[in-house]
């Protein structure tokens, strides 16, 4: 859920590190405990956040007074069958500091969370994709000649579906979509060339999708056929195994990964998380460094039917946290985790998309993993179409395009009535001209529209069809709110000439772009009374 804070974080990386602290006494010295401090109890990981400015006194502490080297992320080999726990590994970026490694909890409760320099000490936990409730084959890829019900239902308010999936012709382009994940089948067709590796985060990893949910989520937000936004970037962050299960410290790194790599392109960038685990403040600490430097981090709420609050990512505040409803109606799902950490809902029940097993492979999932790339690939639109906004600005602006009220008040628990409206723009009523009214009720009127030569579309309602031109560029049609008359689509060429006819009707107006629809409604006041060709 995203609320603003008070109170901000200092963010530190954390990644996976690996530290031996073996029956090695503590040096004597100025900064050092006592020879009493030693290292003799059972050692497990931890995940240490860091104040940003005070990594490197930190680290010279430990190697100084320990004799524990360190090693960044970056040079760390995760392919490896296992870790070397000798060694720190300090995961600090521009944003985010820390490191990960192993004590014993004695050295932890005396050492570690007694100094000013550490923000978070936490013991490292399992983290997993958010199962899919349903695993099917499906047909190839290149048979698909329609839009799927999912991308169906994310252009309209409402079922039934119109069998069209409309969305911007930019459809995310510039945008990149981090999917951080199992990996990403970066040679699928549906990619075309715009998917590449980032990297493996996690122990023993090959750089690519040994699982299938990690390319199914990428394909949702961006594919070619089955994608939101068709033509945004994307890259995997591999940090789940084959088995979809990893440890946070591998979420850390593959995050610490992310911000580096924003901080040096200062991309459009939206990180999809479609996995979870335990609450963790380390995580959230990480997720909350991406977004206060200016990546949007959209993530899963999670299957377990419960509060989302209690579960990890989907707790931290400046994440986009993403529900799921069925497929042939907006209930939540029974799987779905809800309350008010949920911001915004999305299909999540049997989504067809890319597989692994071949460039053409597809497969069908449901759950909450499944959801969240709609609304990754909704914020990529939105980035392609009319600029990149800070997270806060975004979010805002991905709920009031939302669809309000269409969920069924029983499934919510305190979730938010929000459900995810792709392809939609916010426009200003400064950029608004009426340039031609026409009412097929009056006999004897011609066909006619504005004085440009183009083909035109508007719609036939209560006997006035009425031509917004954006711009100097016609693209905008009206919808009557009230339903008064059956309204037909209608398509003509642009005479030279423009009339005007009477009508005292005040219109309550849906403004559409190339097909969009945008959430902004406007009252139009027509009083106009002469009839016949404008001078």
Known sequence: MVLPYSRKFIAVAVLVVTLIISSVEPKEGTGCPSSAASFNGARIKYNVILVEQQTEQHLTWLSDCYNRPNTHVTSNTFSTKSEDKDMIINFSVQGLAGYHGWFDAKFVEDQLKTRSDVLIVEADAPVKINAPVKINNAAPVDTQL???????????????????????????????????????????????????????????????????????????????????????????VKVLDANGTGQNSFVIDGLTFVLDDFNKKKNKAVVNMSLGGTFSAAVNAAVKSLTTAGVHVAVAAGNDGEDA??????????????????????TV????????????????????????????????????????PHVAGTVALIMGDTGNVSPDQMVKKLLDLSTKGVIPAAGLKGSPNNFVAAGLTLLATADIEILSIFSSRIAG???????????????????????????????????????????????????????????????????????????????????????????
Not at 309 to 329: D, H, M, Q, R
Request: proline share 5%; aromatic share 8%.
């Open 333 to 372: 799902t029974d799987f779905s985790n809800i309350g008010k950490c949920v911001d915004i809902f999305a299909p999540g029940r049997d989504i067809l998309s890319a597989g692994i097993k071949n460039d053409k492979d597809t497969q069908v999932f449901s759950g909450t993993s499944q959801a969240t």
């Open 146 to 236: 329609k839009p799927n019900p999912n991308l169906d239902r994310i252009d309209q308010e409402k079922f039934p579906l119109d069998k069209k999936y409309t969305f911007p012709a930019s459809a995310g382009t510039g945008a990149t979509v981090y999917v951080v994940d199992t990996g990403v089948r970066t040679t699928h067709n549906e990619f075309e060339d715009r998917a590449t590796a980032g990297g493996a985060f996690c122990t023993g990893c090959p750089n690519t999708d040994d699982n299938g949910h990690g390319t199914h989520v990428a394909a949702i937000s961006a594919g070619k056929n089955f994608g939101v936004a068709k033509k945004a970037n994307i890259v995997g």
């Open 309 to 330: 609050c209690k579960s990890s990512p989907s707790s931290e505040l400046s994440a986009i946290t993403v529900g799921a409803t069925e497929n042939k109606n907006d």
């Open 445 to 535: 009127l011609p066909t006619l529209d504005a004085p440009v030569s183009d083909v035109v579309h508007f719609w036939d309602l209560i006997g006035t069809c009425i031509t917004f031109f954006i711009k100097g560029v016609p693209q905008f049609v009206i919808q009557d709110y009230n339903k008064v008359q059956q309204r037909a689509q209608v398509s003509m060429k642009v005479r030279e000439k423009e009339y005007v006819c009477i009508t005292n009707s005040v219109l309550h107006v849906d403004l559409r772009k190339d097909g969009l629809r945008s959430r902004t409604s406007y009252t139009v006041g027509l009083t106009m009374i002469n009839v016949g060709p404008r001078s």
